[in-house]
Structure formats: structure tokens, C-alpha cells
């Protein structure tokens, strides 16, 4: 596989490709000693202006947000019983929250940066309430998050959402109480970790909450954040595992029988490992025949040969869940809108806007008219099944409608789009 160069520059406002910078970490508590800021992260494509439908969809969750900064699961289908439904909770406010910064706010810039901040408060307080050994977060047991995506989704969620307001804090203060937090709830996640590489926990799909954890993982891995390399290669090695078995999109381990579920799991967890180990290969191939040792040198050569298999898994599975984007049960899910379908469809989103071409086209026009035509007259999106709270649903479905603005390394998107894009770097955010 060959490796293409990326060449940084530093004065002009996008991508030459039309990409946007939407992140730069600065140093603090959670980042590796001796680490270096690894400069940015891109948006997967060319970023679409927010149509009237998302800013709806992003005006009810800022009216709806708590005095607190949290979010509760908001008003649930009449089946389900609204467990929970008016407490505030980390799961859906981190998961709001997501929401409002991939609109392009910040935490010190955007429309919505006050709510962004107050919902930061919210889910700090939280992590800096939680004990330093068991992975939970949360002081509010019994979401209906937690009990569809098992009962550590608020801290794989809050960790996503930590890692991408690292660096935008208004303030030192408010930076290294961040830092603080993230670097906490790392911990905590890689100390829990299982042998087979997931965090298991419950719930009825979990696999689609291993996903979330990968991303958070991987992502503070490329904003040059303490994730060890065995974590990330055992998460890893459990989507290549099903990928060998044929297990792609067979409804597999956690994935409640749901083929829609296990390719979203699998396809997420490839992606963002590929991501980071495109980000990380020209070092490590240096590293494999400058390394002052033999056995750091041989550690270099074991970490290409892993990035190859998964390079060639990752394959494997984005053809496999392509393959079937076309048959509408599987894009149902389990047969009807929930939170688990739009969790689903974003982590689909996050890998076919990073390949491009028509495949990325045709999904995202189909994404677009449904998620359309469904929305709510007061611009909420709800499910019909499990995850039914307007918070979490009105979230992801605006994840879904905004993927064009997830966040990449630049040197994972130029092997994807197989160019050499010199990366151009804005001032703070200018996705508006």
C-alpha cells in the first residue's frame, strides 16, 4: 500500500479539496508526555450549508436543554413507558452536545457556544464525581440509553464529545478542567477494557456502544491524546475477527440479531481504526528501521503488518455493508425508526463520506429525503422502537444529516480520496 504525502501549510482557509479544519488540541493534563500536536483534523467532505431542517432540529435541543446544562431523553413514545424521561443524564447530553458542535460551534465560538459550555459543565461534573477504577460516569442509572446500548454509553459518549472540545475551551481554567476529565474517563475506559477487546455491559445492542467507544478512543489517539496502542489493537482485532468469519453484517454478538446493527459496529470500529493508523504510518514506518533498538524496531514492523491486515479488513467490510445498502430491511434495522437505526445510519455515514464517490452520494440523498420527510412539525425526530427520546434521536438524525463534517486526519482522508491535498489551516472553526 503506498503512502501519500501531506503537505501542511498555514495560511490559506480550506483544504484544496474544499475540506475544512475543524479541530486543533492544544497540551494538557490527558495529553502523552512528550507528545506532539498532531496539527489538525478535517471535515470528511466538503461541508453543506445547514438547511432549515438541521437548524430546526439544533433550535429545539438548545430550547430544550436544562438550567443545569443536561438533557434528558426528552418526551418518548406513548409504548415505552418514559422511564426517566425528565432527569437529566450524560448519555443524551453528550449526545446533544455532539450535535451542536458538528454544526460547527465550539465551546468559545458559534451560535451555540453557550449551550456547548453549559453542557460540558453538566458532564464533567459528572466524570469528576465518578469514582477512578469502574468505567461509569454517570450518577443517573436506568436511561433508556442505557438499558438499549448497555450502561456505559455515557461514557463512551461523553469521551467523544471531551476529545472534540479539547482545545476550544475559553479559557486556561476551563482547558485543563477539560483535560482533566478526559484524561480521567481514558483511564477508565482502557482499565476496563475486556479480553475480547469490547466493553460489554448489558443492554440490548451494545455493540453499536463498543462502537462509540473505538471512535472516542481513536479519535483522542489522533489529537495525540494517552490511548495505548494495545487498546486500540485489540478493539481492532475484534472487528477483524468477525470480518474472517464472515460476521459483517450478520447480526452477530450484540448486535440483538440485527444485520443493520453488526455492520454499523464493525464498519465504525475499521474505520476509525484505519484512520488512525493512516495518520500514523509514515512514523512508524521510520520507526521500523530507525528505532535505537532491535526490539522497538521489530515493534515497528508488527504495528505496519497490523495496519496492513486491517487496511484489507476495512475493505472487506465497507464492501459488505455497501453490498446491502440497497435492500431496504437491512437499512431499516429492526423494521421501524429508533435511535439504534440513526446511531446506525451516522457510523454508515462516517465511512462512506470519507471514501467518496457515488456510493457516499446516493446514501446521503437517501438519508437526506427520509430523514426530511419524517422530521417532526417542531423539528424533532423520534423512534418507534426502543430508543424512542426525542433528545438521542433528534441528535444522531443530525449527525446523520451533518456527516459530512466528521472530523478525519488529513493523511487518512488523502489515502481514502488516493491524492496528495495540501491542508490548508483557518483560524478556530469556520463551519458556520
Excluded at 434528558?72 to 426517566?84: D, F, Y
Excluded at 454544526?103 to 469514582?131: C, H, N, Q, W
Aim: charged content about 20%; overall charge neutral; aromatic content about 4%.
Amino acid at each position: 500500500m503506498t503512502t501519500r504525502t501531506l503537505t501542511l501549510w498555514a495560511t490559506a482557509a480550506t483544504l484544496a479539496t474544499g475540506v475544512t479544519l475543524i479541530a486543533k488540541p492544544l497540551p494538557g493534563k490527558a495529553m502523552t508526555k512528550g507528545a506532539t500536536d498532531r496539527s489538525c483534523w478535517v471535515t470528511a467532505g466538503v461541508p453543506k450549508p445547514l438547511s432549515e431542517n438541521v437548524r430546526r432540529g439544533l433550535q429545539w435541543l438548545v430550547e430544550h436543554q436544562h438550567d443545569d446544562g443536561g438533557w434528558s431523553q426528552g418526551e418518548e413514545s406513548q409504548t415505552m413507558g418514559g422511564i426517566r424521561a425528565a432527569k437529566p443524564n450524560v448519555g443524551d447530553t453528550a449526545a446533544a452536545t455532539l450535535a451542536l458542535i458538528r454544526s460547527g460551534s465550539t465551546p468559545s465560538a458559534g451560535p451555540y457556544a453557550d449551550s456547548i459550555r453549559k453542557a460540558l459543565g453538566f458532564i464533567m461534573k459528572g466524570v469528576e464525581a465518578s469514582d477512578h477504577k469502574s468505567i461509569l460516569v454517570s450518577g443517573v442509572r436506568g436511561t433508556r440509553l442505557q438499558a438499549k446500548l448497555g450502561p456505559n454509553i455515557d461514557t463512551f459518549l461523553a469521551s467523544l464529545v471531551l476529545t472534540e472540545s479539547a482545545g476550544h475551551m475559553p479559557s486556561q481554567e476551563s482547558e485543563n478542567r477539560l483535560a482533566a476529565a478526559l484524561d480521567k474517563i481514558l483511564y477508565k475506559i482502557q482499565e476496563n477494557q475486556q479480553a475480547n477487546g469490547l466493553w460489554g455491559g448489558g443492554g440490548w445492542a451494545p455493540a453499536l456502544a463498543n462502537a462509540v467507544a473505538a471512535k472516542s478512543l481513536n479519535r483522542a489517539k489522533q489529537s495525540g491524546l494517552n490511548v495505548r496502542d494495545d487498546v486500540l489493537a485489540k478493539v481492532e482485532r475484534n472487528a477483524l475477527a468477525e470480518v474472517r468469519a464472515g460476521r459483517v453484517v450478520s447480526g452477530g454478538a450484540g448486535a440483538a440479531g440485527v444485520a443493520l446493527y453488526a455492520g454499523a459496529k464493525n464498519l465504525g470500529i475499521l474505520q476509525d481504526s484505519v484512520n488512525s493508523n493512516r495518520e500514523r504510518r509514515v512514523e512508524v514506518a521510520q520507526l521500523s528501521v530507525s528505532a535505537p533498538t532491535q526490539e522497538l524496531r521489530d515493534q515497528a514492523w508488527s504495528d505496519l503488518r497490523r495496519f496492513d491486515e486491517a487496511e484489507v479488513a476495512f475493505v472487506v467490510a465497507q464492501d459488505a455493508v455497501i453490498a446491502r445498502l440497497d435492500d431496504p430491511q437491512f437499512v431499516a434495522g429492526f423494521g421501524s425508526n429508533g435511535g439504534e437505526e440513526f446511531l446506525s445510519h451516522s457510523n454508515i455515514g462516517e465511512s462512506l463520506v470519507v471514501k467518496g464517490g457515488e456510493a457516499w452520494k446516493k446514501w446521503d440523498a437517501k438519508m437526506t429525503r427520509n430523514l426530511n420527510r419524517i422530521q417532526n412539525a417542531d423539528g424533532t425526530w423520534t423512534g418507534h422502537h426502543c430508543i424512542t427520546g426525542r433528545t438521542f434521536c433528534t441528535s444522531s438524525a443530525l449527525m446523520v444529516l451533518m456527516v459530512d463534517r466528521t472530523p478525519v486526519p488529513p493523511e487518512a482522508l488523502a489515502v481514502a480520496r488516493s491524492v496528495d491535498a495540501p491542508v490548508t489551516i483557518p483560524g478556530d472553526n469556520e463551519l458556520q
